[in-house]
Structures are given as structure tokens and as C-alpha cells.
């Protein structure tokens, strides 16, 4: 069945003037991606090559240079309440519980009032946070309170969950865990999901699709699909693909 | 498809790095006719329409022409001279143990659960409430302004470099160990460069602390020094005259908070490339 | 621990006390009315207390800091909250509110005791000086300092500017808001202090000066160590305070 991607991306470039230096930095530059309905896409590539960025545009935090971005056919102009993103730094409200800060997902969409109480309640349920409703988010470890920033994505059932390296703050074992875990809610709830990592493994054992990233400037260099059959094959070649960026990404900090 | 629009322009939430250029010129700008339009319009309430009765509020013009004469008759220079002693003397002394106090507070335990506490509490009280004993003790004159500055630079310092040593970097400390720091050669290499941002911050918050230690002491008990001439002068109505001599205060106590911004600066610059 | 803490300190002060009153009763090793011990001191106290003198010159002193402070705070945030959201008011407000802060504002006190009097106004208005600033200006390093994340999590989940403002901004301050107004006690103690010493003729500085003049130095201290006390009651209240209003927010140094 043909339908229309849920996510167009067509001819998206970001572009910045530094302020320091006067120049203007290319941070994405003709970044042309579709993203269809259901489909988990994790977005590859090396830190710094401006897969934040475009994040930031779908999500409607960033107008782009040149270019335009469809969202269930509509072009983002501004956050709506179909899109909703999982921060890498959880960016929960350190003033509020753990119920409370999912609450803050429905709080501004007056038509969710009618049965929040329920949902904000399934939400904890569903990321297997029930037991903490009451906590402050300092109380919780980094995996839960990336679980309750979870939640609170997932409380008003957005159509799409931008997802920008959720587990990047989180230690190596509880990140095992957590994608385990992520991999169970998504399936469960059935969403569109547009995920950011670094992490090959990520990429691979999450992915339905891959968008591979390269630096300077920032653009897609290939789009490869995950069968189940060549998971440990698609390792090696996203490797080599990626080694010489990474490779200069090091010498560049290096220096 | 394709829109070709206006530059990436971030909405409400700005991105680092993104520009600010036009407002990089502003502010002194705006700070120069925001000091042009105050003075035109203090003139023109004083002298023009008359607002204020000039004895007990003088005029730009009233100020400039008493500081002048405070400045041609040389009573200014003897005056500053009283003060600048009482404030270093007070000042360096105070910074000297409030250094010390603050290194042996903030890296020996027992130190630092006896004597931090104090240090807070004393921090919170009005130490200018101890200046008529203090006059009492040792006399009217510059005694109990140079003790008012001591310890009113002393107690901001000790706190900021005890909280400094404190936070020391273990891992630097244990570093030390490693290729051979006895005691004494882990407070010098260690410790101390560690706190140096922490001390020229505490010296950054006795500036006015000790200013107004030393205000208060010339005000309040003394025939001499730069807050004398405020007493005198609106005892006398000679308003121009205190207006002048706090001038003399303001632009002594910015250029002082200056200074040690700069020094904040250059010490700290480790910090920011962390 | 906390409490701990708290008894080793009162141990200390104590101690501290034993000491003093040793040096000087039992060692004799300075003139007790020179030095006087601290049984002399809290004698001192309850005369004062005892002849009505102590109570008179508190009230003042304390409806005048009740006054000056609530104005400082009522005005003091205000000020923060505009000048910390708008680059507006800030580029505009902006300098001529740091020459106020840094000018050394107790210099206007002789000023101000000939333009208001000898009476409160002149009191009132140097503890307003002395705390507003404090106040206004962690108000405002509250406001700037919210994390960009969270306006930027708020603004995905729908909130508009005053939304943000409201839902986000104003809590993120508070904790720091509230150090503002620990500090504005600090210095507002200092203004009560200064008022009273310069053209004054009641309340509690007042006393001290009075007192010591006199070489009544023993009740001179006890004002002095009275004072501190009150200090250090009021900063321990607005720290509850905040431990009571931001509970989320863990205790720096402050």
C-alpha cells in the first residue's frame, strides 16, 4: 500500500552566522529524507555532523535556512502537538514530581483535559514507572528519568516521537536495558519514531532504517535498511563508512 | 517543493553561536546617552525648573565646581591619601588571612567543620555594629576603620577560598601523590592554583564589603578620610561637596571591581577551556 | 547530620564563651569594663531588658526593617523578573541600575538624614537601598539562568511566551530568588545599622553608639551579639523557606 511519508524532508539546509568569527557555518546542507508512517528511522552519524539540527527543525524549535519540512502533509512552522521529542539531557522540570512533569504533555492542549488524570497514569504505567509518580526527577537515576521524559512524550499520543540520543547521558549497562525497554514501548504504542544516536549498535538493533550522516557540511550519505538477516553484516559496513568522519571528528578535538 | 527563505532564524530559542552581532555596540551606546540624558535632565530639574531648593540638592554644575576646589586646595589629596592607607593596610592584611584561613578551612576536615560555620554566621551579621566598641577600644581615628576592613575583606575571602580548596579535584590530588607531592608541595601545586579563581572572586566581594566597612568607620568615628568630608560637608549644607566625595567613592569602587574582573579573567582562563 | 552539625556549632560558641569568660574572670587578663566577660554582657541584657530600654529601641528598629525590606522586595523582583526576560528594559534599565549597584549607597545616608529628617524615612529608605539590589539581581541571573532545554521541552509541548514565563521561568528563579532575599536580609542589617548610627536617636544602632560612648561597653556587645543573632535567625528562616518553596533544589554554596 502506497501512502504518502508522514515525514518530508526536501532540500533542508541550516545555516548559522558566528557571531565570534563573522562567518556563517553550513550546519545541514541539502538534506532531503522521508520518513513513513509507523517506521522507526535512527538517524547515524558522528557528534557534531548537524543530525540535532535537523531534529530541531522537525520538531519546529528551528526555522531552516532554505528548504521545508511536511509533517502529516502540513509544513512545520512551529511545535505542534503531533510531534513530540525525548531530550538527550531529559530537560524534565526539576520543581515537579514525576506525575506532574508528564502532565506537563497534555497541560497545554485544553482539549486533553477530560481524563488526564487516566492517561498521565497509563503513560507511568506503560514506561514502567508506576511506584515513582511522586518523585523529583533528581531522586531518579538517569535511565528512570529518561523513562519519565518518556512518558511525558508519550502522554497526549503524538503521531511522531523525535528522539535526540535518549540514552547518550545514560550509563553503558542501564543503556542495554533501556533500549530493550525502548524497543518494548515503541512496538507496543505503534509510533512513528525519528532517532538520533552515535551508536552503530544502537542504530542497527533499534532501526528499521538507517540515515547515515556525514560531517561538514552535514548531509545524508546513504540510507540503508535492517533486515533481521544482515544485522552483524550492516555493523561492519556502517564502520567503514563512518571511519574516516569519525576519524577526523577525533583528530579535530584532538587539536 | 522547495521554499527558498529567510536565513535560519531560530525561533525564541537561540542555538549557541548564532548571531548577536547589532547589540554588541549597543550597550555602551546606550549607557553614554542614558549618563548624558540623567545629567541634562538633574540640570534642568535643579537649576532650570527649580524642583529642588540647591542647598540641599545641588546641580551638576554645583558638583564639578566643589570637586574642583576639593581637588585645587589639595584637602581631597590629604583625605584620599587617610583613606587609601586605612583601606590597603585593612584590605591586604585581610586578604592575607582571609587566603590563609580559607586554604587550612576548606582542605583540613577538622578545620573546616570547626570554623565554616562561624565564617557563615559571621558572614550574615553586620560586623559595622562593632565599630562604636571597637572605637571605644582603640580610640577615634583610623584603628577601627583599618579593623572594620580587615575584617570585612577577611570573612568573604576566607569563605570563597575554603569552598575553592574544598572542591579541589581528587583525582589531581591523588595525581600529586603519585609522582611524589608531599604535603606541602600538594597545598602550593595543587590547592592553591586550584583556589586562585576562588580567592580573586572572594577579593571581587570584599571590594564593597570593605568599602562600606570603611565608609561607615570614616562616617560614623573619624576627623579624617574621604566619608569625613560626606559628614562634614552635609553638616555644613555644602551638599555639592558630599556629592563630589561620593563620586570620588563610586569611581574608586568600580575601578576596583574592574580590576579584579580582569584578574577573574586572566586567572580563571583554564576554567572556560576545560 | 544536619543536626549534628547545628549542636557541634552551639558547642563551639559555648566553648568560645567559657573561654572569654575565663580570660577575663578568672585570669583576669584584661579590665573587665574594658573587656567585659560575657556574664557581664548578659547582665548588661537584662537591664536593658528589665528598664524597658531594649524592647522601646527594637521596636523602632523593627518596624523600620520590616518596612524598608518588604518594599525592597516588592519592588526588588519586579525589577529582576523585567530586566532578566527582556533585552529590552535591560539594554535600557540596564546601566544605569549597575552604577546604582555599585555606587556604595550608605554614602547617601548623612544626605538623606537632611532631606528626610531626623525621623524613620531616612532609616526606611537606606534599608530599601540596601536590600533591593541583592533581590533585583539574583532575580534576574534566576530568569537568565533556565536551563535553555526546558523552555526548549515547554515550547515543543505547546507553551507559548507566557507560558513559558509562567510554567518555567518564574519556578526555575525562585530558588535563586529567594537567595536574593537571604542576602537582601544580610544587607538590609547593615542599613538598619548605618540608619541608626548617622542622625538617629532611637532603635538599635542607636543604642550600640549611645551605650558605647558611655564605655557601657558591656551592653554595647550584648546589642552587637544581639544583632548577630537576629541575623543569623532571619537568614536560617528565608534558607527554610526555600527548603519549604524549592524543595527540587539542592543546597549549593550560597
Not at chain 1, 548537524?50 to 520538531?59: D, E, M, P, R, Y
Not at chain 1, 529518561?146 to 512524550?153: H, I, M, N, Y
Not at chain 3, 558611655?214 to 544583632?227: I, P
Request: hydrophobic residues 50%; charged residues 15%.
Amino acid at each position: 500500500m502506497a501512502t504518502d511519508p508522514i515525514i518530508q524532508i526536501r532540500d533542508l539546509s541550516v545555516r548559522y552566522h558566528v557571531a565570534r568569527t563573522g562567518n556563517r557555518l553550513i550546519a545541514v546542507q541539502d538534506v532531503d529524507l522521508d520518513v513513513m508512517e509507523g517506521e522507526f528511522l535512527t538517524v547515524l552519524g558522528p557528534s557534531g555532523c548537524g543530525k540535532t539540527t535537523v531534529l530541531n527543525c522537525v520538531a519546529g524549535l528551528l526555522t531552516p535556512t532554505t528548504g521545508t519540512i511536511l509533517a502529516g502533509g502540513r509544513p512545520v512552522t512551529a511545535p505542534g502537538p503531533d510531534r513530540a521529542v525525548v531530550f538527550q539531557d531529559y530537560a524534565l522540570l526539576p520543581w515537579r514530581t514525576v506525575a506532574d512533569n508528564v502532565r506537563f504533555g497534555l497541560e497545554m492542549q485544553p482539549r486533553l483535559k477530560e481524563g488526564a488524570a487516566d492517561r498521565i497514569a497509563e503513560a507511568i504505567r506503560l514506561v514502567g514507572l508506576s511506584g515513582f509518580e511522586n518523585s523529583y526527577p533528581r531522586e531518579l537515576s538517569g535511565g528512570m528519568q529518561q523513562r519519565a521524559g518518556l512518558a511525558r512524550s508519550l502522554v497526549a499520543d503524538p503521531r511522531i516521537l523525535l528522539m535526540d540520543e535518549p540514552l547518550g547521558a545514560v550509563d553503558a549497562l542501564t543503556r542495554e536495558v533501556m533500549r530493550a525497554e525502548l524497543k518494548r514501548i515503541i512496538d507496543a504504542t505503534g509510533k512513528t519514531v525519528v532517532f538520533i544516536t552515535h551508536s552503530i549498535d544502537e542504530a542497527v538493533q533499534l532501526g528499521d532504517r538507517i540515515a547515515v550522516f556525514s560531517s561538514h557540511p552535514g548531509t545524508i550519505k546513504e540510507i540503508v535498511s535492517v533486515t533481521p538477516g544482515n544485522r552483524d553484516g550492516l555493523r561492519d559496513q556502517l564502520w567503514k563508512s563512518l571511519e574516516s568522519d569519525a576519524v577526523a571528528a577525533a583528530r579535530g578535538a584532538a587539536e | 517543493m522547495t521554499a527558498r527563505t529567510a536565513p535560519a532564524k531560530p525561533l525564541r530559542v537561540r542555538p549557541s553561536g548564532t548571531a548577536r552581532r547589532p547589540w554588541k555596540y549597543r550597550t555602551p551606546l546606550i549607557a553614554l546617552a542614558d549618563l548624558v540624558v540623567f545629567v541634562a535632565l538633574w540640570h534642568v530639574a535643579v537649576v532650570e525648573l527649580e524642583l529642588v531648593n540647591r542647598v540641599f540638592f545641588p546641580s551638576p554644575g554645583d558638583v564639578a565646581g566643589s570637586l574642583a576646589t576639593l581637588i585645587s586646595s589639595g584637602e581631597l589629596a590629604g583625605h584620599l591619601g587617610t583613606s587609601a592607607r586605612s583601606w590597603l593596610i585593612g584590605y591586604g592584611l585581610g586578604a592575607a588571612a582571609g587566603v590563609v584561613t580559607g586554604l587550612a578551612t576548606g582542605s583540613l576536615p577538622w578545620a573546616n567543620r570547626l570554623l565554616m560555620p562561624l565564617l557563615w554566621s559571621l558572614w550574615a551579621t553586620p560586623l559595622i555594629a562593632l565599630q562604636p566598641t571597637l572605637t571605644a577600644w582603640l580610640d577615634y581615628g583610623d584603628g577601627p576603620i583599618v579593623v572594620l576592613v580587615f575584617l570585612s575583606t577577611m570573612i568573604p575571602v576566607a569563605l570563597n577560598t575554603a569552598t575553592g580548596a574544598a572542591q579541589t579535584s581528587p583525582s589531581l590530588i591523588r595525581a600529586a601523590r603519585v609522582f611524589g607531592a608531599g604535603r606541602m608541595a600538594v597545598y602550593l601545586k595543587i590547592r592553591l592554583p586550584w583556589a586562585v579563581p576562588y580567592v580573586i572572586g572572594g577579593l571581587r566581594l570584599a571590594v564593597p564589603t570593605s568599602m562600606i566597612g570603611l565608609l561607615v568607620g570614616e562616617m560614623v568615628g573619624s576627623p579624617s578620610g574621604v566619608g569625613s568630608i560626606i559628614v562634614n560637608a552635609t553638616a555644613r549644607f555644602r551638599t555639592g561637596e558630599a556629592f563630589a566625595a561620593i563620586g570620588v567613592y563610586v569611581v574608586l569602587s568600580v575601578v576596583l571591581v574592574r580590576l579584579l574582573d580582569l584578574a577573574e579573567r586572566r586567572a580563571g582562563g583554564w576554567r572556560n577551556h576545560a | 547530620m544536619r543536626d549534628l552539625k547545628r549542636w557541634a556549632v552551639a558547642l563551639e560558641v559555648a566553648a568560645l564563651f567559657a573561654l572569654w569568660e575565663l580570660a577575663i574572670s578568672g585570669l583576669k587578663l584584661a579590665n573587665p569594663s574594658f573587656v567585659p566577660p560575657p556574664s557581664a554582657i548578659w547582665t548588661a541584657f537584662t537591664g536593658m531588658l528589665a528598664d524597658g530600654s531594649l524592647p522601646e529601641h527594637a521596636w523602632f528598629s523593627t518596624q523600620n526593617a520590616v518596612a524598608g525590606f518588604l518594599l525592597a522586595v516588592v519592588v526588588g523582583v519586579p525589577c529582576g523578573l523585567a530586566l532578566g526576560s527582556s533585552r529590552l528594559v535591560s539594554d535600557v534599565a540596564g546601566p544605569p541600575f549597575w552604577t546604582a549597584y555599585a555606587m556604595p549607597r550608605i554614602a547617601f545616608q548623612p544626605l538623606l538624614v537632611l532631606w528626610l529628617g531626623f525621623g524613620a524615612a531616612p532609616k526606611i529608605l537606606i534599608i530599601f537601598l540596601m536590600a533591593v539590589f541583592p533581590i533585583a539581581i539574583n532575580t534576574m541571573d534566576g530568569i537568565r539562568g533556565v536551563d535553555p532545554s526546558l523552555v526548549r521541552a515547554a515550547r515543543v509541548y505547546g507553551a507559548g511566551r507566557i507560558q513559558v514565563f509562567l510554567k518555567v521561568q518564574l519556578w526555575a528563579a525562585l530558588p535563586l530568588i529567594l537567595t536574593g532575599i537571604r542576602m537582601g536580609v544580610a544587607r538590609a542589617m547593615v542599613g538598619i545599622v548605618v540608619g541608626e548610627f548617622i542622625g538617629g536617636s532611637q532603635g538599635l544602632g542607636y543604642l550600640i553608639f549611645r551605650r558605647s560612648a558611655d564605655f557601657d561597653l558591656a551592653s554595647a556587645l550584648a546589642l552587637t551579639l544581639l544583632l548577630v543573632v537576629i541575623a543569623n535567625v532571619l537568614m536560617a528562616l528565608v534558607s527554610l523557606a526555600r527548603r519549604i518553596a524549592a524543595p527540587w533544589y539542592a543546597e549549593g554554596v550560597s
